[in-house]
């Protein structure tokens, strides 16, 4: 999921952070994972692996998989995204993480495995539109419909369970990836209109977008 524009990450300690969903009294900018990551290829709109379900997670606590998480975040970061899933790097695996803050300011880091929304009470559905973009519909945005509140279940990288809860725009980023992972894009909850005119962003705009991407790269490894 793409970041909000104007997102700051300029501190150099963030004080009101969750991460794996536990508070901690301070916590880096750039996350330890992305420290030691490599940048990888991020899947456009159109491309096989971003259009059919996911397959569950195994085999945890693996050097692989260890590694395939701290390259995603650092994918993340140098894409200034909140929440990246594993088929956006072209790896088969029901995967996501995220660095996002909610509509109080919090900051909610980690990843999570084999995630599945939980269904909620209509009482406590209440649809939000909000903007919405995509790492891999690069360059291109609009309104997208969402309850304003999620709670996803799933595992970290060790096979340990986890709850994850999150309101408003940390609530539409868990929606966002869990939707990846069932191959499903956020173009998919669009009208036809709507899809055609995000698209036409996305042509507009994806070269800038990439080349933007690739520098951020650069600069890192130089």
């Known amino acids: 999921m793409a970041g909000r524009p104007g997102r700051a990450r300029t501190e150099a300690v963030d004080r009101r952070v969750r991460v794996q969903g536990v508070p901690v009294d301070s916590y880096p900018t750039v996350p330890p994972e992305a420290e030691r990551g490599r940048v990888l290829r991020v899947t456009v709109v159109g491309e096989d692996i971003l259009h059919h379900p996911c397959r569950e997670a195994t085999d945890f606590g693996t050097p692989e998989l260890a590694r395939l998480i701290d390259d995603m975040f ?10 990246l899933a594993a088929n956006q790097v072209d790896v088969d695996l029901r995967l996501f993480v995220y660095d996002c803050r909610d509509e109080d300011g919090v900051r909610h880091v980690g990843h999570i495995l084999n995630p599945v929304l939980d269904e909620l009470d209509p009482a406590e559905r209440r649809l939000v539109e909000d903007g919405e973009g995509c790492l891999s519909v690069p360059g291109a945005g609009t309104d997208v419909p969402r309850p304003d509140r999620a709670v996803v279940r799933g595992v970290d990288q060790h096979g340990q369970p986890l709850v994850i809860e999150g309101r408003g725009y940390f609530a ?24 055609r005119d995000v698209l036409r962003q996305m042509e507009e705009n994806r070269e800038r977008v990439l080349a933007q991407r690739a520098a951020r790269a650069a600069a890192l490894a130089g």
């Open 74 to 83: 650092l994918t993340m970061q140098v894409a200034e995204g909140a929440g």
């Open 172 to 195: 539409r980023c868990l929606q966002h990836e869990t939707d990846h992972l069932n191959g499903r894009l956020y173009l998919e909850r669009l009208s036809r209109r709507e899809r």
